[in-house]
């Protein structure tokens, strides 16, 4: 099983899985199509399911996700449930922009509807002069 790596595009986050159990999905989803970008992802983690590691850390740094996007993301979230439900270890890291309440919220929305534990990390913004 190789890792998954697609790059970040003005309308679709980045998303590196790997093999060893760190999953990382960052920037904006809005895309075109959702069924091709988030089947890809789906299918992926649909296989590291059979075989995974010991320990598997989501680490999600989402800007803008629009509905269809979230209802992926949750379904990647309960999947990790299946994991924990066999003895594995799953985590989730939720790190949002200081002053974005609304993904702040999101990502506290998705901890109440999953067993898995979530860490949240404040992202300072910098200003450059």
Known sequence: MEDLRINATSTTPEISFSKNGIMVIQGKSIPDSETDFWS??????????????????????????????SKSVLHLL???NELRDRGLDAHVIWSYN????????????????????????KIQQVVLS
Request: aromatic residues 20%; charged residues 25%.
């Open 40 to 69: 890809v992802v789906n299918d992926w983690f649909h296989m590291y399911m059979f075989t995974p590691a010991k320990k598997t850390t989501f680490e999600l740094q989402i800007d803008y996700l629009n509905t269809s996007s």
């Open 78 to 80: 309960y999947r990790l």
């Open 98 to 121: 200081e002053n974005d309440y609304d993904m702040q919220e999101v990502g506290r929305d998705y901890e109440h509807m999953v067993k898995v534990p979530f860490s949240f990390v």
